[in-house]
């Protein structure tokens, strides 16, 4: 318990929104001690003070505060609520933005490791889920079902101690047995998660992979996998309800006694006339708010575990220290020679993906590296950009180890055409534009006349402007990929490597 309320406040810390709690809470209790407090005083005098004495002025007095604090009332539920849907929009915003900026600056290793569900988990589901946790949850079962709770309890106090213990005895003994049911839903929870994790990673390939399922006609099968998954998923929540439903009925069942227990002692005290019938109204209508506050915190215990659990992995994602640091080491300003000496490269740490790899390349060289599929060639550019780094031997430019120089230096001199061409929801000229916002449009079709493209560009309704992303089939691609040294004074290609 210590080690989950510790994580909470660091939940809280993380949000930075103090003041905005804080004004909040405040709005919060003064609605409900206007609600529980306040209007119920203002009842009690105008209807058994100022009517049975007929004090018309008094009645009219009462009656317009008691009308003030309703609309004051009412004014400060909209602010509150209306508070929260804001902040709960502005943290599902913020975390977002922490987990994306995250995913670009964690080391690409990540991604061999965890499919690719783990990522639109986070960004996802994780993120709305856990958007929840203070604004709505948390508020819901602490500033206002808790501390309901708390004012009523004391109101039974003031009419019978004696009941009101018996009462909250027997509610705390349905609070811990709740408590007790509710540690199992963790297990639940966590298993939807991982299923739900592998339906976005399903549904990401399937779309990725769209052309491939219809032209082998396996759209059936893939429908068949599909509704496989989401039969696992409902009955992991079909099975998550019905725990539900269990501890929520034994918490009913408890509570319910509590009826019970105010009619035996109320009529003992009736007997011996020490208590009022009045009293004993009073006591099975403030012992049945008591309840629905109860019932009120506890419904959100289940929300709860869903919210602190998807805020957790986003933590412990976001304190993953696998990062690469751009700036760290020397700044690289041209490339002259790069060479690879006696390199060997593992992904798994077992199987030898390059061994005892070799070659030197020099200015205005070029080499082309040829061999079968799975043979290294990618593996070999993806060292030279850094993505990964050699278990063994070294990689030199300029003669000197690759490592000495900052990453992003490095990959400003390195120009990488990918095998799979990724297009951005965009125009021609932001997507070249995209790597270098500087680059000016003359350049730009320059480049396009030596690729023999700038005409055929030019033949479009709207030119470089064109919505390339949702007319992918007005240009094709080679299976080709290059690696190109850029000087900082020009465009020039060096080194090549074709699939």
Not at 339 to 346: A, L, R
Request: aromatic share 12%.
């Amino acid at each position: 318990m210590k080690k989950k309320l510790k994580k909470l406040n660091q939940m809280y810390k993380m949000l930075g929104y103090n003041k905005q709690f804080v004004i909040l809470f405040i709005i919060i209790e003064l609605t409900v001690i206007s609600e529980l407090i306040i209007v119920p005083y203002i009842t009690k005098q105008i209807i058994n003070k100022h009517i049975p004495s007929n004090n018309i002025t008094a009645l009219m007095i009462f009656g317009c505060i008691y009308n003030i604090f309703i609309i004051l009332q009412c004014f400060a539920v909209l602010k509150h609520c209306n508070m929260r849907s804001i902040l709960k929009l502005n943290i599902q915003t913020d975390l977002r933005q922490k987990v994306f900026n995250k995913v670009q600056d964690i080391k690409i290793k990540f991604y061999d490791e965890n499919e690719s569900g783990v990522i639109l988990q986070f960004l996802q589901s994780d993120v709305n889920v856990a958007g929840e946790l203070f604004p709505k949850i948390v508020v819901e079962m602490y500033f206002m079902g808790a501390i309901r709770f708390l004012i009523i309890s004391m109101f039974l106090m003031f009419i019978n101690i004696k009941i009101t213990i018996c009462i909250l005895i027997l509610y705390i003994i349905g609070i811990v047995i709740n408590i007790i049911f509710n540690k199992k839903t963790i297990s639940v929870i966590n298993q939807i998660r991982k299923i739900n994790v592998e339906l976005y990673s399903y549904i990401n390939e399937s779309i990725q992979g769209f052309l491939t399922i219809k032209t082998l006609n396996i759209i059936e099968k893939k429908e068949k996998e599909l509704k496989d998954r989401l039969e696992q998923y409902n009955k992991s929540n079909n099975n998550l309800e019905k725990i539900i439903a269990k501890y929520n009925n034994i918490f009913t069942f408890i509570t319910s006694l509590s009826i019970a227990i105010i009619i035996y002692y109320a009529g003992l005290d009736i007997n011996k006339g020490s208590m009022l019938y009045a009293e004993v109204l009073l006591l099975i209508e403030y012992s049945s708010a008591l309840k629905y506050q109860l019932k009120w915190f506890t419904k959100h215990l289940t929300n709860f575990n869903e919210s602190f659990f998807a805020y957790s992995k986003i933590i412990d994602f976001l304190n993953l220290d696998n990062v690469e640091d751009l700036k760290k080491g020397e700044e690289l300003e041209n490339i002259y020679c790069v060479e690879y000496k006696d390199v060997h490269f593992s992904y798994n740490g077992n199987e030898k993906n390059i061994e005892k790899f070799s070659f030197k390349l020099k200015q205005n060289e070029k080499i082309a590296l040829v061999g079968k599929t799975g043979s290294g060639k990618t593996t070999i550019a993806n060292l030279l950009c850094r993505f990964y780094e050699p278990t063994k031997g070294k990689i030199l430019i300029n003669n000197r180890n690759y490592l000495e120089y900052n990453l992003s230096s490095l990959r400003k001199k390195i120009g990488y055409v990918m095998q799979e061409i990724q297009i951005l929801p965009n125009t021609i000229i932001d997507n070249i534009r995209y790597a270098n916002e500087d680059i000016k449009k003359e350049e730009i079709e320059d480049i396009f006349k030596k690729l023999k493209l700038h005409k055929k560009i030019l033949q479009l309704e709207k030119g470089y402007d064109t919505d390339i992303y949702n007319n992918q089939d007005i240009l094709s691609g080679r299976r080709k990929t290059n690696v190109k040294f850029c000087k900082s004074n020009g465009y020039k290609p060096r080194f090549n490597y074709t699939r």
